[in-house]
């Protein structure tokens, strides 16, 4: 646990310091700043060693927590968004509330491999509180007008709402088992009944707003919108995290074929309906942030079908890591890029703003290519091999089951459908005109920040095993 | 191992983005890219004469129907995903290797690549040398989706390939189209091409055993499927229509998915809206890359996956459905090229017309038609490719040509071009002598054996080919002496200068020679399609029982 204990015990710290930053009159900004951002990526850096040193040991127990493949895998990918989404807050965040903002950051990062480790309930539902309540505090303080409060307000009370939906959910799988030790729940699946699997389901519309799934997603759009765009970018990737990481910690193995009679057409239903209205919702959106709030609800039906085969085959969880991996740095090298852009003091609002973007900012528009390319799937990127682990997933499990083949040949068209909007994007970062006055602030936080995501989105591509 | 295939595929690759890198502005790399298109015109001539001269492989110690007689293909060559299948973790070897319908596809690219690099030098006015990177690097996408010995390794440059062209359609065409027509080209492929991936992930899964692993080696599949085809249709008497129909119901969705994705680059009927738009709209040096070898892709996919993979759910219902499709596209799309008057969309009508024939051949699935398909791909290609070329010079010295304005007379004007337009156009049209006689006759052959309708519908569709190629001509070339009625005249500046014309004579002697001496193409693919034709031919017998009835009712 010291990854994470490290993460959380210093956001604290951070937070605590807020109180001494903001008194003193000749307060140094930019120092102050600098500093946050420079002590949290220490934080990060102890404990991605404290984790690296880590020596796992071969019984993994009964206890709290176990530190099984997920939880290693759930550590990394938390470290590696820690890593960007820091380096983009370095020049974003707000100069207001510098130790609140890093604090609940770190906190939310800290609680990702909480979640992966959980092997209970309790510790389970603590990790997921330990994201959400960050976040609202997060979106109250990155934005003060009226559309920032709205998108707090709405957050905030679906999120409770949400939460209330697990608690019930989580309620029922201890009254059928007695026990909230998840690897005792799993174990009685085997003689799981129809009440478990309305536990399951109950469970799975809490998690479902965490990934923004329809119909939990309405909040994504309004809340991208309002908010900035680094915490857009926060919105659409931890949480995420932490919901799939959860979905897979709690239905796991071993579920009987009742059970599976219930939860996979449930997962189904809703994986076609999230990628099919993100997909059509994004395509009629001229507002560059609501089509990337419906492109983030897209992949999350992606997900939720390699949820599927994971669930019927024992697949390996492998297939949502790596997906959300290159996810990762697709989604967020983008969104460094926009921020590049807004911080130079360009438009990013709707589309049409990028018009042209390359011939005035082309190292942003390069990278914002590259991330579009890989989020359409194309070859060189990472986000092929994404797709691809999802289809091989799926495929596998259509052994058995043709329905699983025909919603992996939905997801390849809504893949397509997809491709249509990335390309409206990627059109008009190359149209050409001469009136553009090129954007010359350089922000080196933001610019290493995709440069990562770039870089990681074409290497990965060649040695996929490592995504 | 041969280190002529690695070079083939990276020598345009990286000369083509160091140029990019380096700059558009640098007139001086202009020599360089011709350069490196000619030494991969050398190279694929190079690898064509290796492939002839190596020995004719043995296919009954591995039982495989495709392979490589030239191989590239080392240990480190390989891609390990982070997951498992079938209790193995998935680890696949990428292979590259040339046979010799591989052979021939890649000295069309090497060929069609090196006369558009030489004509784009005179045709593009603007960042030439962007164009030209760009064309070297579409070519060599090309080169690895012919060249590739494995479904990764083809899939992978399938999808390439779309980058590079939708960066020149965007870039060099019609400025007011463009991009609409580069967004349904991309959305239109894509439509094919990504469910396409689910049909091959589908047949590298199948293949894994508990003892097993799974492969994507299409020498190792090839040995699989025919196994597994033959031991079906030679099944104990009673059982074999059960045996029969449990393999095709097992392949059948495969079958489906993948001939969309290789149908809508074929342009086979239906699917084949895309073609006309990106054709008018491309620079018509572009299209003639993308006509001659890019729409080869498909039919490409479909004799070296399709047919050797999954013979028997091809010919369940594929077969015919395609064959009819393949006869009605001949008819159609000569048709439609009788009635439009844009010399631009009666080559692409005609483009949808001539594939139509190439489709035929490949659903006879027996050897004269395979050989067909394969001769004629290669043959298309370098008519189209003159074709499109030609349209591209005299659009550049008269602007949009159009069949409207009767009586050209052009032929008065530019004597050398109207000698070039008017050998192309019977090599198209498929006049005995040239090339394009000798694929279509094959083509038609085999499919007699299969449908004597669709081979009578083929029949009427040659008559109409010849129709809008002498309407071609008539009405651009002949009519008047040109002068009185040139809109242009002003501008016109003369007939084909030697750099124009001595590509168009090299493409007219290989037209000549196809067709004055097929032998020697044929023996190159001989031994390929024999093997390919020894699973998908009791196949199709074992589907279609009336298959060969004219054959047999004149002994």
Same mark, same amino acid.
């Given at each position: 646990? =010291?990854? %994470?204990?490290?993460? $959380?015990?210093?956001g604290? +710290?951070l937070?605590? #310091? *807020?109180?001494?930053?903001?008194? !003193?009159?000749?307060?140094?900004?930019h120092?102050?700043?600098?500093g946050?951002?420079?002590?949290?990526?220490?934080?990060?850096?102890?404990?991605?060693?404290?984790?690296w040193?880590r020596?796992?040991?071969?019984?993994?127990?009964?206890?709290l927590?176990?530190?099984?493949?997920?939880?290693?895998?759930?550590?990394?990918?938390?470290?590696?968004?820690g890593?960007?989404?820091?380096?983009?807050?370095?020049?974003?965040?707000?100069?207001?509330?510098?130790?609140?903002?890093?604090?609940?950051?770190?906190?939310?990062?800290?609680a990702?491999?909480?979640?992966?480790?959980?092997?209970?309930?309790?510790?389970?539902?603590?990790?997921?509180?330990?994201?959400?309540?960050?976040?609202?505090?997060?979106?109250g303080?990155?934005?003060?007008?009226? =559309?920032? %409060?709205?998108?707090? $307000?709405?957050?905030?009370? +679906?999120?409770?709402? #949400? *939460?209330s939906?697990?608690?019930? !959910?989580?309620?029922?799988?201890?009254?059928?088992?007695?026990?909230?030790?998840?690897?005792v729940?799993?174990?009685?699946?085997?003689?799981?009944?129809?009440?478990?699997s309305?536990?399951?389901?109950?469970?799975m519309?809490?998690?479902?707003?965490?990934v923004?799934?329809?119909?939990?997603?309405?909040?994504?759009?309004?809340?991208f919108?309002?908010?900035s765009?680094?915490?857009?970018?926060?919105?659409?990737y931890?949480?995420?995290?932490?919901?799939?990481?959860?979905?897979?910690?709690?239905?796991g193995?071993?579920?009987?074929?009742?059970?599976?009679?219930?939860?996979?057409?449930?997962?189904?239903?809703?994986?076609?309906?999230?990628?099919?209205?993100?997909?059509?919702?994004?395509?009629?959106?001229?507002?560059?942030?609501?089509?990337?709030?419906?492109?983030?609800?897209?992949?999350?039906?992606? +997900?939720?079908?390699?949820?599927?085969?994971?669930?019927?085959?024992?697949?390996?969880?492998?297939?949502?890591?790596?997906?959300?991996?290159?996810?990762?740095?697709?989604?967020?090298?983008?969104?460094?890029?926009?921020?590049?852009?807004?911080?130079?003091?360009?438009?990013?609002?709707?589309?049409?703003?990028?018009?042209?973007?390359?011939?005035?900012r082309?190292?942003a528009?390069?990278?914002?290519?590259?991330c579009?390319?890989?989020?359409?799937?194309?070859?060189?990127?990472?986000?092929?091999?994404?797709?691809?682990?999802?289809?091989?997933?799926?495929?596998?499990?259509?052994?058995?089951?043709?329905?699983?083949?025909?919603?992996?040949?939905?997801?390849?068209f809504?893949?397509?459908?997809?491709?249509?909007?990335?390309?409206?994007?990627?059109?008009?970062?190359?149209?050409?005109s001469?009136?553009y006055?090129?954007l010359?602030?350089?922000?080196?936080?933001?610019?290493?920040?995709?440069?990562?995501?770039?870089?990681?989105?074409?290497?990965?591509?060649?040695?996929?095993?490592?995504? | 191992?041969?280190?002529?295939i690695?070079?083939?595929?990276?020598?345009?690759?990286?000369?083509?983005i160091?140029?990019?890198?380096?700059?558009?502005?640098?007139?001086?790399?202009?020599g360089?890219?011709?350069?490196?298109?000619?030494?991969?015109?050398?190279?694929?001539?190079?690898?064509?004469?290796?492939?002839?001269?190596?020995?004719?492989?043995?296919?009954?110690?591995?039982?495989?129907?495709?392979?490589p007689?030239?191989?590239?293909?080392?240990?480190?060559?390989h891609?390990?995903?982070p997951?498992?299948?079938?209790?193995?973790?998935?680890?696949?070897?990428?292979?590259?290797?040339?046979?010799?319908?591989?052979?021939?596809?890649?000295?069309?690219?090497?060929?069609?690549?090196f006369?558009?690099?030489?004509?784009a030098?005179?045709?593009?006015?603007?960042?030439?040398?962007?164009y030209?990177?760009?064309?070297?690097?579409?070519?060599?996408?090309?080169?690895?989706?012919?060249?590739?010995?494995?479904?990764?390794?083809?899939?992978?440059?399938?999808?390439?390939?779309?980058?590079p062209?939708?960066?020149?359609?965007?870039?060099w065409?019609?400025?007011?189209?463009?991009?609409?027509?580069?967004?349904k080209?991309l959305?239109?492929?894509?439509?094919?091409?990504?469910?396409?991936?689910?049909?091959?992930i589908g047949?590298?899964?199948?293949?894994?055993?508990?003892?097993?692993?799974?492969?994507?080696?299409?020498?190792?599949?090839?040995?699989?499927?025919?196994?597994?085809?033959?031991a079906?249709?030679?099944?104990?008497p009673?059982?074999v229509?059960n045996?029969?129909?449990?393999?095709?119901?097992?392949?059948?969705?495969?079958?489906?998915?993948?001939?969309?994705?290789?149908?809508?680059?074929?342009?086979?009927?239906?699917?084949?809206?895309?073609?006309?738009?990106?054709?008018?709209v491309?620079?018509?040096?572009?299209?003639?890359?993308?006509?001659?070898?890019?729409?080869?892709?498909?039919?490409?996919?479909?004799?070296?996956?399709?047919i050797?993979?999954?013979?028997?759910?091809l010919?369940?219902?594929?077969?015919?459905?395609?064959?009819?499709?393949?006869?009605?596209?001949?008819?159609?799309?000569?048709?439609?090229?009788?009635?439009?008057?844009?010399?631009?969309?009666?080559?692409a009508?005609?483009?949808?017309?001539?594939?139509?024939?190439?489709?035929?051949?490949?659903?006879?699935?027996?050897?004269?038609?395979?050989?067909?398909a394969?001769?004629?791909?290669f043959?298309?290609?370098?008519?189209?490719?003159s074709?499109?070329?030609?349209l591209?010079?005299?659009?550049?010295?008269?602007?949009?040509?159009?069949?409207?304005?009767?009586?050209?007379?052009?032929?008065?004007i530019y004597?050398?071009?109207?000698?070039?337009?008017?050998?192309?156009?019977?090599?198209?049209?498929?006049?005995?002598?040239?090339?394009?006689?000798?694929?279509?006759?094959?083509a038609m052959t085999?499919?007699?054996?299969?449908?004597?309708?669709?081979?009578?519908?083929?029949?009427?569709?040659?008559?109409?080919?010849?129709?809008?190629?002498?309407?071609?001509?008539?009405?651009?070339?002949?009519?008047?002496?040109?002068?009185?009625?040139?809109?242009?005249?002003?501008?016109?500046?003369?007939?084909?200068?030697?750099?124009?014309?001595?590509?168009?004579?090299?493409?007219?002697?290989?037209?000549?020679?196809?067709?004055?001496?097929?032998?020697?193409?044929?023996?190159?693919?001989?031994?390929?399609?024999?093997?390919?034709?020894?699973?998908s031919?009791?196949?199709?017998?074992?589907?279609?029982?009336?298959?060969?009835?004219?054959?047999?009712?004149?002994?």
């Open positions: 646990m =010291a990854p %994470a204990i490290t993460l $959380i015990l210093g604290s +710290l937070l605590a #310091a *807020s109180l001494v930053l903001k008194s !003193g009159k000749a307060r140094d900004v120092g102050q700043r600098s946050m951002a420079v002590a949290s990526l220490v934080l990060l850096l102890a404990a991605a060693i404290l984790g040193i020596v796992v040991p071969d019984d993994l127990g009964q206890g927590f176990r530190f099984d493949a997920s939880a290693l895998a759930s550590e990394r990918l938390a470290l590696l968004g890593l960007i989404v820091i380096l983009m807050s370095w020049s974003t965040a707000p100069r207001a509330h510098l130790g609140e903002y890093y604090g609940c950051l770190i906190i939310m990062i800290g990702v491999p909480i979640v992966g480790a959980s092997n209970d309930l309790v510790s389970l539902f603590l990790g997921l509180e330990l994201i959400s309540i960050p976040t609202y505090i997060m979106l303080i990155v934005k003060s007008d009226n =559309a920032g %409060a709205e998108a707090t $307000i709405k957050y905030f009370l +679906l999120s409770t709402f #949400a *939460s939906f697990f608690l019930l !959910g989580i309620s029922y799988l201890y009254g059928f088992v007695g026990s909230t030790n998840l690897q729940i799993q174990g009685n699946f085997a003689t799981a009944n129809r009440l478990t309305l536990a399951l389901v109950l469970v519309c809490g998690l479902a707003f965490r923004t799934a329809v119909p939990f997603h309405f909040y994504a759009p309004d809340v919108e309002g908010t765009l680094t915490m857009a970018g926060i919105m659409s931890l949480p995420k995290v932490a919901g799939f990481v959860a979905l897979i910690r709690i239905m193995t071993g579920m009987n074929s009742q059970t599976l009679e219930i939860v996979v057409p449930v997962l189904f239903v809703c994986s076609a309906l999230t990628m099919l209205g993100g997909n059509f919702f994004a395509s009629a959106q001229n507002n560059l942030r609501r089509l990337l709030a419906y492109s983030s609800v897209a992949h999350t039906g992606y +997900l939720m079908l390699a949820m599927t085969a994971l669930l019927r085959e024992n697949a390996d969880p492998n297939v949502l890591y790596s997906y959300l991996a290159a996810y990762a740095a697709m989604t967020l090298g983008f969104f460094a890029c926009l921020g590049e852009i807004e911080a130079a003091g360009g438009k990013t609002q709707l589309v049409g703003d990028l018009s042209g973007m390359f011939y005035r082309p190292a528009s390069i990278g914002m290519t590259v579009l390319i890989s989020m359409i799937g194309l070859p060189l990127t990472a986000g092929f091999w994404a797709k691809f682990l999802v289809f091989m997933g799926t495929v596998a499990a259509g052994t058995k089951d043709p329905l699983s083949i025909a919603m992996a040949i939905l997801m390849a809504n893949a397509v459908i997809a491709a249509g909007y990335y390309w409206r994007v990627l059109s008009k970062l190359f149209e050409n001469d009136a006055v090129p010359r602030v350089f922000r080196p936080s933001l610019f290493v920040a995709y440069t990562i995501c770039v870089v990681l989105t074409v290497v990965w591509f060649f040695v996929p095993a490592v995504m | 191992m041969t280190l002529l690695p070079l083939l595929i990276l020598l345009p690759l990286v000369v083509g160091g140029i990019f890198l380096v700059g558009s502005k640098a007139e001086s790399l202009v360089l890219a011709l350069g490196a298109s000619g030494l991969v015109f050398a190279l694929s001539l190079l690898l064509m004469f290796q492939v002839c001269g190596s020995a004719v492989p043995d296919s009954a110690a591995s039982g495989a129907t495709i392979i007689r030239v191989e590239f293909a080392p240990e480190w060559l891609i390990r995903l997951v498992s299948v079938g209790g193995h973790p998935v680890y696949w070897h990428l292979q590259f290797g040339a046979d010799g319908i591989g052979a021939l596809l890649v000295l069309l690219t090497g060929i069609v690549g006369v558009t690099m030489i004509m030098t005179l045709q593009i006015r603007e960042r030439l040398v962007s030209l990177a760009l064309m070297l690097i579409t070519q060599s996408m090309l080169l690895g989706v012919f060249l590739s010995m494995d479904l990764l390794s083809f899939y992978l440059f399938f999808e390439a390939v779309l980058l062209l939708i960066l020149l359609m965007n870039g065409g019609n400025k007011a189209e463009s991009v609409a027509a580069s967004r080209f959305l239109y492929t894509l439509v094919g091409s990504v469910p396409m991936v689910i049909g091959l047949i590298a899964l199948q293949s894994a055993t508990p003892g097993r692993p799974s492969t994507v080696s299409l020498e190792l599949l090839s040995a699989i499927a025919k196994e597994s085809q033959l079906a249709i030679n099944a104990a009673g059982d229509l045996s029969v129909s449990i393999l095709a119901n097992k392949d059948q969705w495969i079958v489906w998915i993948l001939l969309l994705g290789f149908g809508i680059k074929l342009a086979i009927l239906p699917l084949h809206t895309w073609l006309p738009t990106t054709y008018t491309a620079h018509p040096n572009t299209t003639a890359l993308i006509a001659s070898v890019v729409a080869k892709l498909g039919v490409f996919g479909i004799i070296r996956i399709v050797p993979l999954t013979p028997l759910a010919s369940t219902y594929a077969q015919m459905l395609f064959g009819g499709l393949g006869a009605v596209a001949i008819v159609y799309g000569a048709m439609v090229a009788l009635s439009q008057s844009d010399l631009r969309k009666v080559l009508y005609s483009s949808i017309s001539h594939v139509g024939f190439i489709t035929l051949g490949l659903m006879s699935m027996n050897s004269e038609g395979l050989s067909g394969a001769i004629q791909m043959n298309h290609g370098i008519i189209t490719c074709m499109f070329l030609i591209a010079m005299l659009e550049q010295r008269r602007g949009p040509v159009s069949l409207n304005d009767e009586n050209c007379g052009l032929a008065s004597p050398k071009l109207a000698v070039m337009m008017v050998f192309f156009t019977l090599a198209g049209a498929g006049l005995p002598g040239l090339n394009g006689f000798v694929g279509e006759l094959l085999g499919m007699i054996r299969v449908s004597g309708l669709f081979t009578a519908i083929a029949v009427v569709g040659t008559v109409l080919g010849a129709w809008y190629g002498l309407r071609i001509v008539q009405r651009v070339l002949f009519g008047s002496n040109g002068d009185a009625k040139s809109r242009f005249h002003a501008q016109v500046d003369g007939d084909l200068k030697a750099t124009e014309f001595v590509p168009l004579i090299a493409l007219a002697c290989v037209c000549l020679f196809i067709g004055v001496r097929p032998q020697d193409s044929m023996d190159l693919i001989e031994n390929d399609i024999k093997r390919i034709v020894s699973v031919e009791p196949s199709a017998k074992a589907v279609h029982s009336d298959i060969d009835q004219l054959a047999q009712s004149q002994p």
